[in-house]
């Protein structure tokens, strides 16, 4: 698509965000998955339901300003996910690979928080003020799951490590 306004800007970002919601869906699931700890495997499956609520919340976003909800692929969250199949790939103890995990989820949420920050902004600027709502109440979740990851990762035993 063309960018010729702010409110293409704004579709085109929703579109990115879109697409990395539901790919999170899938990483989030394999998170949970590859993590040994109960705290963290349970952390990532509650926040995996968040994530559902994302995307839906961006379709209602969508329906504010009018267009169908349409998914862009967005070569960062991809990125992220090769990160992690590269890291597995490297056989590390259940104790590294669940210090990875805390600091994988971590980079999303910051990416996340950093899409969110930018869209809001940009629906108040369009006069979108529900749309702004609700992509700021998404923000809310991402910034509360990041704590809680950075709460694990603080409180992290560096004594798992070593297979
Ligand atoms: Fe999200
Ligand atoms: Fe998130």
Same mark, same amino acid.
């Given at each position: 698509?063309?960018?010729?306004n702010?409110?293409?800007? !704004?579709?085109?970002?929703l579109?990115?965000?879109?697409?990395? @919601? $539901?790919?999170?869906?899938?990483?989030l699931?394999?998170?949970?998955?590859?993590?040994?700890?109960? @705290?963290?495997?349970?952390? !990532?499956?509650?926040?995996?339901?968040?994530? $559902? $609520?994302?995307?839906?919340?961006?379709?209602?976003?969508?329906?504010?300003?009018?267009?169908? =909800?349409?998914?862009a692929?967005? =070569?960062?969250?991809?990125g992220m996910?090769?990160?992690?199949?590269? !890291?597995?790939?490297?056989e =590390?103890?259940?104790?590294?690979?669940?210090?990875?995990?805390?600091a994988a989820?971590?980079?999303?949420?910051?990416?996340e928080?950093?899409?969110?920050?930018?869209?809001?902004?940009?629906?108040? $600027?369009?006069?979108?003020?529900?749309?702004?709502?609700?992509?700021?109440?998404?923000?809310? @979740?991402?910034q509360?799951?990041?704590?809680e990851?950075?709460?694990?990762?603080?409180? !992290?035993?560096?004594?798992?490590?070593?297979?």
């Amino acid at each position: 698509m063309t960018i010729e306004n702010t409110e293409d800007l !704004f579709v085109e970002g929703l579109q990115h965000v879109y697409y990395t @919601e $539901q790919r999170l869906l899938d990483a989030l699931s394999e998170l949970e998955e590859s993590s040994s700890e109960e @705290e963290l495997q349970e952390g !990532f499956a509650e926040h995996r339901e968040e994530t $559902q $609520q994302h995307v839906e919340r961006l379709e209602e976003v969508f329906e504010a300003v009018g267009r169908e =909800p349409e998914a862009a692929e967005d =070569p960062v969250v991809e990125g992220m996910i090769e990160a992690h199949e590269e !890291f597995v790939e490297k056989e =590390p103890s259940d104790g590294a690979l669940d210090r990875f995990n805390i600091a994988a989820g971590q980079k999303s949420e910051h990416y996340e928080i950093a899409c969110y920050g930018n869209l809001t902004p940009m629906a108040d $600027q369009l006069g979108l003020d529900e749309a702004a709502d609700i992509l700021e109440r998404n923000m809310r @979740e991402e910034q509360d799951a990041l704590d809680e990851l950075a709460t694990l990762g603080e409180q !992290f035993d560096y004594g798992r490590i070593e297979a």
